[in-house]
């Protein structure tokens, strides 16, 4: 039997929250009747949306992710959305970089997760949505460090699903090409409506998906592969991407 988790009524915590994506799933929410909001962010002070509840965070600091699943007990819905993007070869690039995307994407996602599993399976199992990316399944030049760590995080998520199972946990893994928000301000290519990807992840967490694809990208992509890699590899020189 699918797990449903309607979002009315639903305590989240959103990371990242004082803007791009983020934001836009703190705004939904709220839209959608969620009882309480707390917006996440390392600057809490930068995040300007009514009726949330701004809450200091960086999920790479231990300390900080601790003290925030301690205020924040009544959560029933974790939406890990803070990732970085450093831009990096995994060649020529400056390692400490390649780290820190790890660091943020893969660990301090998985340090959420162990944070907030416990209140979690306190208030009923609730969930955990998991904004990962297209590029969890593919390379693409200059942003293999990024490649690396989603594909990590992809992982991650498929795992923490089958660990969470039993206490109630839902656990979503949401996959989305480039969107129009700062964060993609470097990619020259066509990007999505973000509060589109974010809608698209929101219904698939009420309707109790494992992975939602927002995206015909992320979708074809998703396809590829059962197939040859070198085929979209050729679309990716294409510059069908």
């Known amino acids: 039997m699918t797990q449903t988790f309607p979002l009315h009524g639903a305590v989240a915590l959103v990371t990242g929250a004082n803007r791009g994506l983020g934001r836009h799933f703190a705004g939904q929410l709220l839209r959608r009747g ?70 943020t994407n893969f660990w301090g996602t998985l340090a959420m997760v162990r944070a907030f599993a416990p209140a979690l399976a306190a208030n009923g199992g609730g969930a955990v949505l998991n904004v990962l990316s297209a590029q969890s399944w593919f390379a693409y030049p200059s942003t293999n460090g990024y490649h690396a760590a989603k594909a990590a995080q992809w992982a991650l998520t498929n795992g923490v699903r089958l660990e969470l199972a039993d206490q109630g946990t839902l656990v979503t893994g949401l996959h989305l090409g480039a969107v129009d928000t700062e964060f993609s301000a470097g990619y020259d290519g066509p990007k999505g409506d973000p509060a589109d990807a974010v809608r698209a992840g929101l219904d698939g967490l009420e309707a109790g998906a494992a992975e939602v694809l927002a995206d015909d990208w992320s979708a074809h992509v998703k396809r590829s592969l059962a197939g040859d890699p070198a085929v979209l590899y050729d679309e990716i020189r294409a510059g069908v991407v």
């Open 34 to 103: 969620a009882a309480r909001v707390y917006a996440a962010a390392r600057r809490p002070e930068t995040i300007d949306l009514p009726g949330v509840v701004p809450l200091p965070l960086d999920i790479t600091d231990d300390t900080a992710v601790r003290a925030a699943a301690a205020r924040a007990g009544d959560v029933t819905l974790l939406v890990n959305n803070a990732g970085i993007s450093r831009w990096t070869s995994l060649l020529t690039s400056d390692v400490a970089d390649i780290r820190a995307e790890l660091e």
